[in-house]
């Protein structure tokens, strides 16, 4: 049909060839997805990933990144969000109803507590809080009404690794779903389904994407039911991935284990430094004695990347430590972690949890992939800035 140039600007006869071929997954980009006909229209369903929708629904690059995920982490399902926040609430919203129980960690990643308090204020759902450490103890917690169990290994704060299969059998045993948030680990040093959980759930945000460039979450299942009670969450609340950001994370997959072997490497040998300098009273990583939960880690988790924090000596004043936190050059001062940049971060960690054993400051590093040693001169110099 012949029309003017206008309709031209909109539509097109020309198709590539095809037989194009490459190694990245192609980027598209799509609210309105085609369908070849009527027919094909109403056959189609958002809940199978065997066909196309809507661009909410998921594309060929979503769907690509979806299953390359579920594939590291040993599950079979996946399910993306556009922040690692977005796919804890939609395990929330997917389990939980009014009149229910939701047990999470003391150390829990902040707004997932947020989170469960306005789910316990707005939404008649209760929500209580346990020590990290408490192992088989969950049982003695777990009512009727308890539907989900929340862990996180370890807290990213605080860092204590619990007793994931302890945990994961008590709550078997009643019933009870529990959820992993394997951030910590990139989904490749702890593998939530071989400790007994049921849900495993990534911020992509961090190792995955490694250029601080771009946010989004996965929640990661084995059993169909799960991952359909799931999916329907994921399709009432909205939740959508752009194909640009898929591919940015996409992108940072194939050098992942490389990478967080690297970060791992280096914050070893920071941590060991710090140890050994008279200002610090505690190193708070998984692979060091210090740490709470240091004989789980060793017994679960195959390495630990680059996140760790440490404790401040007692005798120095917040003030003070904050200085040392603005002497830093190397360490960009924000939130999150995972990229190739080192980051620091004062907590206020006597206000993350119960019998807080610690005294001093505490700071969380993200050692990024620069040179350690040039790490450590800057923290040597950063040091003096203490007295
Ligand atoms: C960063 C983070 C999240 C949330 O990820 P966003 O993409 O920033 O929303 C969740 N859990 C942990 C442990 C995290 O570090």
């Avoid at 140039?5 to 980009?29: C, K, M, N, W």
């Avoid at 017994?299 to 440490?310: I, M, N, Q, V, Y």
Wanted: aromatic share 10%; glycine share 10%.
């Amino acid at each position: 049909m012949k029309t003017s140039r206008q309709t031209r600007l909109v539509h097109t006869d020309y198709a590539a060839p095809e037989g194009f071929a490459a190694f990245p997954s192609a980027i598209h980009h799509a609210s309105t997805v085609l369908f070849e006909n009527v027919a094909a229209m109403r056959a189609a369903s958002w809940k199978t990933k065997d066909g196309y929708t809507y661009g909410l629904h998921g594309t060929p690059t979503t769907f690509t990144l979806e299953a390359r995920l579920a594939d590291i982490e040993g599950g079979r399902y996946c399910l993306l969000a556009p922040s690692g926040l977005a796919a804890i609430v939609m395990v929330d919203f997917a389990l939980l109803k009014t009149g229910d129980d939701v047990l999470l960690p003391e150390n829990v990643y902040n707004p997932s507590r947020e989170m469960a308090r306005w789910l316990q204020q707005d939404f008649g759902i209760s929500c209580r809080f346990y020590d990290p450490m408490i192992g088989a103890g969950i049982t003695e917690l777990i009512q009727p009404n308890t539907k989900l169990i929340w862990t996180e290994s370890p807290g990213s704060v605080t860092m204590e690794v619990p007793d994931l299969p302890a945990i994961c059998a008590a709550a078997k045993a009643r019933g009870v779903l529990v959820a992993l948030d394997n951030t910590w680990a990139a989904g490749l040093a702890l593998n939530g389904f071989d400790m007994g959980c049921d849900i495993v759930m990534q911020a992509l945000t961090k190792y995955q994407s490694g250029g601080s460039d771009v946010l989004m979450g996965a929640v990661i299942t084995r059993d169909p039911a799960l991952n359909e009670r799931i999916g329907l969450a994921h399709m009432r609340l909205g939740m959508g991935v752009s194909g640009d950001d898929a591919f940015l994370v996409m992108r940072g997959l194939p050098t992942l284990k490389m990478r967080f072997e690297a970060h791992d490497a280096s914050a070893r040998k920071v941590a060991s430094w710090l140890k050994a300098r008279p200002e610090v009273a505690a190193i708070l990583h998984p692979a060091f004695e210090d740490c709470p939960g240091h004989a789980h880690w060793q017994r679960d988790f195959t390495g630990a990347g680059g996140l760790f924090s440490f404790v401040f000596d007692a005798r120095y004043t917040q003030e003070q430590t904050d200085r040392f936190v603005d002497a830093l050059t190397l360490f960009g001062l924000g939130y999150s972690w995972g990229g190739a940049h080192s980051l620091v971060m004062p907590y206020p960690a006597k206000a993350m949890r119960a019998n807080w054993p610690h005294e001093g400051q505490l700071v969380r590093l993200h050692i990024g992939l620069e040179d350690p040693d040039d790490l450590i001169a800057d923290m040597t110099q950063a040091l003096g800035k203490l007295a």
